[in-house]
C-alpha cells in the first residue's frame, strides 16, 4: 500500500485502508495535479475557506465554476495571481 511509511502507523490508517480498498476494487488510480492545474479545486478551496455554513450542496455547476471546469478538462493552465 503506497511506496513510503507505514500506514498502519498512521493516525488515520483505518480510513486509509478503506480509501485504499476502495480503489483497488473500483480500478481507479489517483494522481497528483498541481493546484495550477486544476482551477476548480482551487475555486472550491478558496469558496470552502470563506463559508461559515458545514455544509453546502449545489444542484447546478456554480457559475463561477464553469470556465475553469472547461479549461481543467482542456488541461489548460493558468497563472496565478
Known sequence: MGNKGNPGNHAQSVIIH???SLLTRTDTT???VYRTA???ADHLA???AE???DLIVAVDIPTFL???LIRDSLNV???LD
Do not use: F, K, T
Open 66 to 68: 464553469r470556465e475553469s
Open 18 to 20: 478503506e480509501a485504499y
Open 38 to 40: 486544476n482551477q476548480c
Open 46 to 48: 478558496h469558496m470552502g
Open 77 to 79: 493552465r493558468w497563472v
Open 51 to 53: 463559508q461559515d455554513e
Open 30 to 32: 489517483l494522481n497528483h
